[in-house]
């Protein structure tokens, strides 16, 4: 059984501002009843400041808790800091949900972001819609291209169950599975943390020296570390690889490559 927070179980027992704006100066709309759960999140802007904000929400404790949470976190903020809201800091807030729940935040965040496309597109300002429609990539509960890849980057998701969990993408019929892996190797890597230029010279030295080299040797050659100069690795091939009419194809196909996948993509080896 889950374990929920008790700020989980209170604004699930003792939910906050439920109910609708009738005069509302815009309405964000999350999920679909067909899917399990949706929500309706009312907000009032006067000077660019949040001034009351209501919901309604079909669907678990979680998704109540999400939105009445959501709710408290905007009324009396601008609209500025109001867009800087994440799924994370409804979680947050909510002191963490069920990594099973976690979509129920997710929910929240697309009904605020929903609500503050219409308010912007209202005032001119600046337009935050591209005008583009995003992939569907999940047809069971019509999950997009664009909200798997926010939350594989805001959340810094990298498995199938993850995505499942924050987005319910793949929990059903599981026939998108696939496409939600491609996704995540593309874009979950570019939430690897960036490493310092001595750690990343340390790296480098480790593969080459336990898994480069070892390789090498096999066939009676070897490799040295020259230099590195930020993303560009100098290195020098020895023994029997150092007259190998192979060697451009082994620095590439082999030591390019392995560093790539142990190190950094944007690593380039060059001989000297």
């Known amino acids: 059984m889950w374990k929920y927070s008790d700020k989980v179980m209170d604004h699930y027992r003792n939910p906050r501002n439920v109910g609708k704006i009738d005069d509302a100066d815009v309405i964000g709309e999350a999920g679909s009843l067909t899917c399990g759960d949706s929500l309706k999140l009312y907000l009032k802007i006067k000077d660019g400041v949040v001034t009351d904000a209501k919901f309604q929400t079909f669907g678990c404790g979680s998704a109540v808790a999400s939105s009445s949470i959501l709710t408290e976190m905007v009324i009396g903020k601008p609209i500025e800091e109001v867009r800087k809201i994440t799924n994370a800091d409804i979680a947050k807030e909510l002191d963490g949900l069920p990594p099973e729940k976690m979509h129920c935040s997710v929910m929240g965040h697309e009904a605020l972001e929903d609500a503050l496309k219409k308010y912007y597109d209202e005032e001119i300002e600046f337009d935050v819609s591209d005008n583009k429609t995003s992939r569907v990539v999940c047809t069971c509960f019509n999950v997009t291209e664009d ?76 490799i040295e570390l020259v230099d590195i100069s930020e993303n560009k690795v100098y290195v020098k091939l020895q023994g029997r690889c150092s007259s190998c009419k192979n060697s451009v194809l082994t620095l590439k196909s082999f030591v390019e490559t392995t560093l790539r996948d142990k190190v950094s993509n944007d690593i380039e080896v060059i001989q000297v």
């Open 147 to 222: 909200v798997i890849k926010e939350a594989i980057e805001v959340n810094g998701l990298t498995t199938l169950e993850d995505i499942t969990n924050y987005t319910k993408a793949g929990g059903a019929c599981g026939r998108c599975k696939g496409d939600i892996q491609k996704l995540i190797d593309k874009y979950a890597k570019k939430n690897e943390p960036k490493l310092s230029p001595a750690q990343l010279i340390l790296k480098i030295n480790k593969v080459i020296e336990n898994v480069i080299a070892p390789e090498l040797q096999k066939d009676g050659g070897d």
